[in-house]
Nanobody, 121 residues
Framework: QVKLVESGGGLVQAGGSLRLSCSAS????????MGWYRQTPGKQRELVAR???????NYADSVKGRFTISRDNAENTVYLQMNSLKPEDTAIYYC???????????????WGQGTQVTVSS
């Protein structure tokens, strides 16, 4: 069974930085795209950033220039470096990965449990 475990959330003042990590564990063949999403109460979950296995990145307009997504394929881990944080970045951040469990099978999407990021003004 594949499991994604996030860490690194917390409380920070506006203008500060946090680094989120998400590690994949369990039995699987490969990890394809990985990404970070966030959600606030009453709103839909939204894309923050994604990265392909080859390192191609895309970002939500609201975080461009402030957040950086990266991954360590050897460690099956994806990171989100968040700088110049704003109160509107406050949300639960979820890790997502498209996982090929069996080399002969399709990919499946997995989610982490979420980590709270709170930015105070």
């Amino acid at each position: 069974q594949v499991k994604l475990v996030e860490s690194g959330g917390g409380l920070v003042q506006a203008g500060g930085s946090l680094r989120l990590s998400c590690s994949a564990s369990g039995r699987f063949f490969s990890l394809n795209d990985m990404g970070w999403y966030r959600q606030t109460p009453g709103k839909q979950r939204e894309l923050v950033a994604r990265i392909t296995s080859g390192g191609i990145r895309n970002y939500a307009d609201s975080v461009k220039g402030r957040f950086t997504i990266s991954r360590d394929n050897a460690e099956n881990t994806v990171y989100l470096q968040m700088n110049s944080l704003k109160p509107e970045d406050t949300a639960i951040y979820y890790c997502n990965a498209n996982v090929v469990v069996d080399s002969r099978g399709p990919q499946y999407g997995y989610w982490g449990q979420g980590t709270q990021v709170t930015v105070s003004s």
